[in-house]
């Protein structure tokens, strides 16, 4: 599981995404604002939402854009501390 910060971990589930919805969870987090941003193969970023999230274990579920293709995309999570987190999911 990559790392955002120091003792911090994020996954990402389903992945493969079927119905378009995740679940993002987040472990031994700093309190703070979490940006999302979905970056598709072609490079067209969107961001998708920021979420506050309280310290500690969180899981938060988002849905993805209904228009969006199959295929694989980039999920990037920037958290309070500005680490950038990259995740790839693949959307049936």
Known sequence: VPQ???GTKISVYPNP?????????????KAGVFQILLISSSS????????HIISGESIQTLDLPKGLL????QLVISGPNKHINTLTISVL
């Open 4 to 6: 955002l910060v120091k």
């Open 17 to 29: 995404v079927v119905n378009k919805t995740i679940q993002l969870h987040i472990h031994n987090s």
């Open 44 to 51: 067209v970023k969107q961001q998708l939402t920021s979420r």
């Open 70 to 73: 199959p295929g694989i995309y």
